[in-house]
């Protein structure tokens, strides 16, 4: 492998402006704001369109060196820090949001566009659509959020953000452009069949079976005035029938449920925060009274909610990256595991005892997705960035709770390498079989993403 | 870094104990609703190396010496305007307001240990050369001719602090500020002043910045003035923020000339008799907006001036485009500079206004240098030169 070739390549490929193998360039892109060690890259690069995409694939796969496509670098888990070296491919210069379909309701966007820039846009322009948005900041990208089987807003009503792509345009590892979903074989981006459905093979594969180009996402009606609720909970093992209830009333946009011990008024409680909507003032009160009652009758109490609090809930998005300064330390990472409904009293339980256990405050959430079908957990843990042993400490924290979460049926979201292994060892030995000769049909040379989702052969 | 590091004690902060606090969420880039990344240097490169965050990074790389100084990383650092935008919109408090202080403090670092750039090493040079005072390398202006032409006192109440820009590079804008107080009848007088040091201070080239406050606050002292005003965003910041850090001893009160419009016009003292029918946007200049927070004060005196069509373009107040001119960036990214003006100019005639108006020379240098490279066809004008156009009238 010639080096200097490559950069050469890379540079005619993308311009001189947006190719680099500047050692500052590499070093922040060797590592991510979770508590992954950092790891070595070769190249970082920025290509503008599909064309350029496919020339560093072609590239990639001559020079056999691996291929990490990037979002807004934001998982956490590094996801896209190389494990075996190669090219950095920085999508957000890809950034055109190139139809918005208010009949179909659909956003047809090229993978560099962030999920602020589209709400945004979506705010000017068509009020009354609103976009899926992920807890994350506004800098993470929309694509890498649904390719994650991302969660966030809206996903208690319509499922996981995964679930909202209608379509994908796809960079093979072998180059070849392939359209995904009804785009393949109609100018509307609207729907995801009735064809064989592949969109899945990209979802949560963490870059392995290509690179996403276009996609197109689901939007949804926007009403004129949504509120949250608060409730207390003082027991965990009240969780399952209080969710239940509130599901069924079919009112609630969202539910989030949160538990930590700081600050200390905090401690002992269980928060129940449930989003509601609706077309008049009159109507937001006549939910707000109906969760009233619903809580009352599932052990818990309504809270006033002070505004300052309010205010927080109702942003979009929700700040979550807070939690990287509960130590003043620049870092959190947190093990998000889909669970069962049955299995939360526990994972609440024995979560906080981790987090004792490692010395860290108890900070756990959860977040329903398309009722109770599925919970998405938060097992959060801050960290001091500048404490290369508060960073490992969380890291053995991270690894027990992907433990933990296999243990009680879940399975870890967007797991980092070492949570990867984890679920592979529990995985159907026919499932991972299928996932390789899958991956290696696609990608015979293996150049997207290696390191991750190994399956030893 | 070696020996005595300059982020860990000039600055009496410990700057290890909070760089690494920047998670790098990337909130920084952004403006407040999102509808753009309003931070000129990572919309320009791109890589993340290039946002606030990766600065932050990088700078706590070298503190905790996993990377080392180069020229490559010295210019990462320096790319960037300073303007602000990161510290309105970086979400952590208490953190988010240090966020310039620790690129100021990295460039000194940077300096330090040689690898300041060298286009930017020549705004010390000239300053510090004894025949210039000043980042232009103009001869020294000791304004004694200006004091003779105005007529001027040798003692004061106010001392008329003109700045560099001002005085070497926008010299219509100086001579409407210097009619302006004539014509309020303000007791003012100059001095031989020299450079602020917003220049040497925003790009870490710190050494004689104190002989040089010290310099400029005796000869304010000398001249019995207890009221500093300036037409120049960049030395009112200076002076009222900088100084004070740097440990400046003075009692003098600051002011923006457009302060003290509003004031006049608020108590009665000066009424605008004549029209400026224009459609007028108003570029809020980063020194004086989201440095030091006035946003509304300018705008009040747009609006009381007859005649005059105010309009807002898309990105104003905490939210507004840089000009490109600040923190190094015109002397050392020449083309980039502008093309930042350029993307302003561009905003401002979305408003549909054929008039861009500001109250910084260094803005009004920048807009006019895109103006006239772009062709963009619009009038670039500082306030003070609008009211320099009209028929005003002072009651005192």
Redesign the interface.
């Known amino acids: 492998m010639n080096l200097d070739k490559i950069m050469t390549n890379l540079e005619e490929i993308v311009g001189k402006d947006f190719a680099s193998n500047k050692a500052e360039d590499l070093y922040i892109y060797s590592q991510d704001p979770g508590a992954s060690e950092p790891r070595p890259v070769n190249f970082v690069v920025m290509p503008k369109n599909v064309e350029e995409v496919q020339k560093i694939v072609k590239l990639a796969n001559a020079e056999k060196i691996p291929l990490v496509p990037m979002g807004g670098g934001l998982t956490l888990s590094g996801l896209v820090i190389p494990v075996k070296g190669g090219i950095v491919i920085d999508m957000k210069r890809m950034n055109n949001i190139i139809e918005i379909n208010k009949f179909s309701k659909y956003a047809l966007i090229e993978t560099g566009v962030t999920t602020g820039q589209l709400l945004s846009h979506l705010n000017e322009n068509y009020p009354n659509l609103q976009p899926p948005v992920p807890d994350a900041p506004p800098s993470a990208t929309v694509a890498g959020n649904v390719l994650i089987h991302g969660s966030g807003y809206l996903s208690q009503k319509y499922g996981d953000h995964g679930a909202m792509i209608n379509g994908l345009e796809v960079v093979l590892p072998n180059g070849d452009i392939c359209k995904l979903g009804s785009a393949s074989l109609s100018p509307f981006w609207f729907a995801r069949g009735p064809i064989p459905d592949l969109i899945g093979l990209f979802i949560s594969s963490f870059g392995t079976m290509g690179i996403i180009t276009k996609l197109s996402i689901q939007l949804f009606d926007k009403s004129k005035f949504r509120e949250v609720v608060f409730g207390l909970l003082n027991d965990p093992k009240d969780i399952p029938n209080i969710l239940l209830k509130i599901t069924e009333t079919g009112l609630a946009e969202d539910v989030l449920l949160g538990m930590q011990d700081k600050p200390d008024w905090m401690k002992g409680y269980i928060f129940v925060i449930v989003y509601v909507t609706g077309e008049s003032e009159e109507e937001i009160d006549s939910h707000i009274k109906t969760f009233k009652r619903v809580y009352r009758k599932a052990n818990a109490r309504y809270m006033k909610t002070p505004d300052r609090v309010r205010n927080i809930y109702l942003e979009k998005p929700i700040f979550a990256a807070t939690a990287a300064d509960y130590r003043k330390g620049g870092g959190f990472e947190y093990v998000g595991a889909n669970m069962p409904l049955e299995k939360i009293p526990e994972a609440y339980k024995k979560g906080a005892e981790i987090s004792k256990k490692y010395g860290i405050v108890p900070t756990l959430g959860s977040r329903l997705i398309g009722g109770t079908h599925n919970i998405v957990m938060f097992f959060s843990y801050s960290f001091n960035r500048a404490d290369p042993k508060d960073m490992e400490n969380a890291r053995n924290a991270l690894h027990e709770t992907n433990k933990l979460a296999l243990e009680l049926g879940g399975i870890p979201w967007k797991a980092e390498l070492t949570g990867q292994q984890l679920i592979l060892e529990k995985m159907d030995p026919n499932y991972k079989k299928l996932f390789n000769s899958i991956r290696n049909s696609l990608d015979p040379n293996r150049i997207m993403n290696p390191g991750n989702w190994e399956v030893n052969q | 870094m070696g020996g005595e590091s300059i982020i860990t004690i000039s600055e009496k902060q410990d700057w290890?104990?909070?760089v690494?606090?920047?998670?790098?969420?990337?909130?920084c880039?952004?403006t407040h609703?999102?509808?753009d990344f309003n931070c000129p240097s990572y919309k320009k490169?791109?890589?993340?190396?290039y946002s606030t965050g990766?600065r932050l990074?990088?700078i706590?790389?070298i503190i905790?010496g996993?990377?080392q100084w180069?020229e490559?990383?010295a210019n990462?650092i320096y790319a960037c305007p300073t303007c602000g935008n990161c510290i309105e919109n970086c979400?952590?408090e208490k953190?988010n307001d240090f966020l310039i202080d620790i690129i100021e403090v990295a460039r000194a670092e940077a300096v330090k240990n040689g690898f300041c750039p060298e286009r930017q090493k020549a705004l010390l040079e000239r300053t510090e050369n004894t025949e210039y005072y000043n980042p232009y390398g103009e001869k020294n202006s000791d304004n004694t001719e200006l004091k003779k032409k105005f007529d001027l006192p040798d003692k004061a109440e106010w001392v008329y602090y003109i700045g560099c820009t001002s005085n070497y590079r926008q010299q219509n804008l100086r001579d409407a500020t210097l009619r302006f107080l004539k014509k309020a009848k303000i007791d003012f007088t100059l001095i031989d002043e020299h450079c602020c040091c917003s220049p040497i201070i925003r790009t870490g080239q710190i050494k004689p910045v104190n002989d040089f406050i010290n310099y400029n606050v005796a000869q304010i002292k000398n001249v019995g003035a207890t009221k500093i005003i300036t037409s120049c965003a960049g030395c009112y910041r200076t002076i009222k923020k900088d100084w004070l850090k740097f440990g400046a001893d003075y009692d003098f009160e600051v002011f923006h000339t457009v302060e003290l419009v509003k004031q006049l016009l608020d108590e009665d003292q000066l009424k605008i008799k004549s029209e400026y029918k224009n459609t007028v946007t108003y570029h809020d200049p980063c020194h004086l907006g989201r440095h030091m927070g006035m946003y509304e004060i300018p705008r009040e005196v747009y609006k009381k001036i007859p005649g005059i069509k105010l309009a807002e373009m898309r990105r104003n107040r905490e939210n507004a485009w840089c000009c490109g001119a600040g923190g190094g960036v015109k002397i050392g990214y020449p083309e980039w500079s502008v093309e930042i003006s350029q993307e302003r100019l561009e905003e401002a005639k979305e408003t549909g206004a054929s008039v861009i108006s500001s109250v910084c020379p260094f803005c009004r240098t920048n807009l006019s240098d895109a103006n006239e490279k772009y062709n963009m066809e619009v009038e670039v004008i500082d306030l003070i030169e609008i009211l320099d156009k009209l028929d005003i009238e002072i009651n005192k």
């Open positions: 290890r104990d909070i690494h606090r920047c998670f790098r969420c990337g909130y880039k952004f609703e999102y509808s490169f791109r890589f993340e190396t990766g990074w990088l706590y790389g905790s996993e990377i180069s490559n990383l990462v979400r952590f953190f």
